[in-house]
């Protein structure tokens, strides 16, 4: 008999088996999304928890970092006090030595102002006593021209008396010659006036003695109207007849006054003449001397124009040596200014350099030299012998600025190293931001990410990166290949996941 509990198996259509093949590949689908969802949950969740947990060890880093960051930032602050301290009291000797220098550059200065003083006073006397010797010679030629036109004028003068002499005694002998002819001829001319005089007198006594007789007449009848007229005017004309005789009076006074007025204005006018005579003569002399001086003019004008000439002449060198000194004091000053703003600026970064500056350097600023004795004696013998006299006095210019140069040469041999240091931190600091890089990708998500290789991203206790086989590790190794990657995984994953 056949069992209870099995069946005949049945043989299925190819629609049916169609059908359960659909069914089974639906169910898979199903699963596959099942699992995906699942899986994609489970990177939700532990993308989560990697976030807060990054967060918090990042809160913990950062707390302790902090702390240290404050400890190393309050040691740097106290060292920086410290430094600041000893700078600031090296800045106030500093300040206290530029004092005490410009101090002494002011008394300097104040001695070259003296000297300066003293050699423009110098130049002064000399310039008083050339020009007192230049007059004192001027008033010899003065004195010697003098002498010559006062001979000249005396030789003159004594020739101008002796002709002058000489027409007097000329003039007087024709003025006795004059005279002698007017006395013959008046004494000829009296002799006629007598003889016409006598006949004029007879005809006038005959003349007189008719017309006395007629006149005898008519003055008796004239007497007689006159004697009525008289007593008429007497009469008529008393007040005025005393009045006539006041004025009679006051004119006899005032011809009295006319006649000394008239004295004195022919001595007047006898003075004017002699007065005319000494100023035509005086008028002579003066002539001759504004010729003279005219003449002596001329030649001063002739000397003025040519000393002149010789100011315009030292003018204008002594203009253009002005100019050629302004030029040059120009380019001087601004080579000076340069100078000067080069030294601030030099002063202004050892101010800042200073601030950088070590104990070391603030106790010995300046090194001392690594050679020998003998070593020094043979470099200086070899200097020695390159040396030449022009080399030499520059050298001995620039011997102040030695311990300068040291300081250069300290510092760029520092600027140096500094640099080769900053290279090398710069590779070391390269390395670090790959490792870095490599961590925060490692613990960070996101596509760009998943398309890499990542060591801490772990799905079912596997990581995506290839593992090496030992013969390609030994191989690795041989070659001295970049160090093995180790994976590392967080503490708090395995304890979620093994509790």
């Given at each position: 008999m056949p069992k209870k509990g099995k069946k005949a198996k049945i043989p299925l259509s190819d629609e049916d088996q169609l059908l359960l093949f659909q069914q089974?590949?639906?169910a898979e689908e199903e699963a596959a999304k099942k699992?995906?969802?699942?899986?994609?949950?489970?990177?939700?969740?532990?993308?989560?928890?990697?976030?807060?947990?990054s967060a918090l060890n990042l809160n913990k880093i950062n707390t302790q970092w902090r702390t240290v960051l404050r400890e190393v930032?309050?040691?740097?602050?106290h060292k920086d006090i410290e430094i600041l301290s000893q700078t600031f009291e090296r800045v106030v000797d500093c300040k206290d030595s530029v004092i005490k220098s410009l101090a002494k550059d002011l008394t300097e200065a104040e001695e070259q102002y003296a000297h300066a003083l003293r050699s423009h006073l110098h130049n002064i006397d000399q310039l008083l006593t050339l020009q007192r010797r230049r007059l004192s010679l001027l008033e010899e030629s003065y004195n010697v021209e003098l002498d010559v036109l006062t001979k000249e004028f005396e030789t003159e003068r004594k020739t101008i008396t002796d002709q002058h002499e000489k027409e007097i005694r000329y003039l007087q002998d024709v003025f006795m010659a004059m005279e002698q002819n007017y006395v013959d001829s008046e004494y000829e001319s009296k002799?006629?006036?007598?003889?016409?005089?006598?006949d004029l007198k007879n005809k006038n006594l005959e003349e007189k003695h008719f017309l006395r007789l007629q006149l005898e007449?008519?003055?008796?009848?004239?007497?007689?109207?006159?004697?009525?007229?008289?007593?008429?005017?007497t009469d008529a004309t008393e007040d005025r007849k005393i009045a006539f005789e006041t004025l009679k009076v006051k004119d006899e006074k005032s011809s009295k006054e006319i006649e000394m007025q008239m004295k004195k204005i022919q001595k007047l006018q006898e003075a004017i003449g002699i007065l005319k005579g000494k100023i035509i003569a005086h008028s002579r002399e003066s002539e001759w001397q504004n010729q003279c001086i005219r003449n002596d003019k001329e030649l001063v004008h002739v000397q003025l124009r040519k000393?002149?000439?010789?100011r315009t002449q030292a003018r204008g060198v002594s203009q253009e040596n002005l100019v050629k000194l302004?030029?040059?004091?120009?380019?001087?000053?601004?080579?000076?200014?340069?100078?000067?703003?080069?030294?601030?600026?030099?002063?202004?970064?050892?101010?800042?350099?200073?601030?950088?500056?070590?104990?070391?350097?603030?106790?010995?600023?300046?090194?001392?030299?690594?050679?020998?004795?003998?070593?020094?004696?043979?470099?200086?013998?070899?200097?020695?012998?390159?040396?030449?006299?022009?080399?030499?006095?520059?050298?001995a210019d620039y011997s102040g600025m030695e311990n300068f140069w040291k300081r250069y040469n300290k510092v760029k041999l520092e600027v140096l190293s500094l640099q080769h240091r900053r290279v090398q931190l710069l590779e070391i600091s390269g390395k670090l931001r790959e490792m870095l890089k490599q961590y925060l990708d490692g613990i960070s998500v996101s596509d760009e990410v998943l398309s890499q290789l990542n060591p801490l991203f772990i799905v079912n206790h596997r990581s995506n990166l290839p593992q090496l086989s030992a013969p390609a590790q030994s191989a690795q190794s041989g070659d001295r290949g970049p160090p093995t990657t180790y994976n590392i995984i967080e503490a708090a994953h395995v304890v979620s996941h093994t509790l």
């Open positions: 089974k590949l639906l699992k995906e969802r699942l899986l994609t949950q489970f990177l939700k969740d532990k993308l989560a928890k990697e976030e807060h947990n930032k309050t040691r740097e602050l002799l006629e006036f007598q003889s016409m005089w006598d007449n008519i003055v008796e009848d004239l007497w007689r109207r006159f004697q009525d007229a008289l007593k008429n005017y000393l002149k000439a010789q302004t030029l040059e004091s120009n380019a001087t000053l601004k080579d000076l200014k340069k100078v000067v703003e080069k030294g601030e600026k030099i002063l202004k970064l050892a101010e800042i350099c200073r601030k950088f500056e070590t104990e070391e350097e603030k106790v010995l600023p300046f090194y001392s030299s690594v050679l020998t004795p003998m070593e020094q004696e043979e470099v200086e013998r070899q200097n020695q012998e390159d040396l030449t006299e022009e080399l030499a006095k520059v050298m």
